[in-house]
């Protein structure tokens, strides 16, 4: 599982890049121009992948130690 994460983000990483749209200057959707609807996309693509790797590959020692710390009177974290 690991390995498929890193694959992923090394795949998002390789898509930032996204040469082969530079010299295009023609409108997408209305006036959009097509880098910019790509960048979007790519964003919308790059956040999918931020949750999947809090889903899979959060450290656990992280919420063991958040929940040893001692709360406050008001409950909430200092």
Same mark, same amino acid.
């Given at each position: 599982?690991? #390995?498929?994460?890193? *694959?992923?983000?090394? !795949? !998002?990483?390789?898509?930032?890049?996204?040469? #082969?749209?530079? /010299?295009?200057?023609? /409108?997408?959707?209305? /006036?959009?121009?097509? &880098?910019?609807?790509?960048?979007?996309?790519?964003? !919308?693509?790059?956040?999918?992948?931020?949750?999947?790797? !809090?889903?899979?590959?959060? /450290?656990?020692?992280?919420?063991?130690?958040?929940? *040893?710390?001692?709360?406050?009177?008001? &409950? &909430?974290?200092?």
């Amino acid at each position: 599982m690991k #390995w498929l994460l890193v *694959l992923l983000v090394l !795949v !998002v990483y390789a898509l930032h890049q996204d040469t #082969w749209n530079f /010299p295009k200057t023609e /409108p997408f959707l209305g /006036p959009l121009p097509i &880098g910019l609807a790509y960048h979007a996309l790519y964003c !919308v693509i790059a956040a999918a992948l931020l949750a999947v790797l !809090v889903r899979f590959a959060w /450290p656990a020692e992280l919420e063991e130690v958040e929940s *040893l710390a001692p709360q406050s009177a008001e &409950g &909430g974290h200092e």
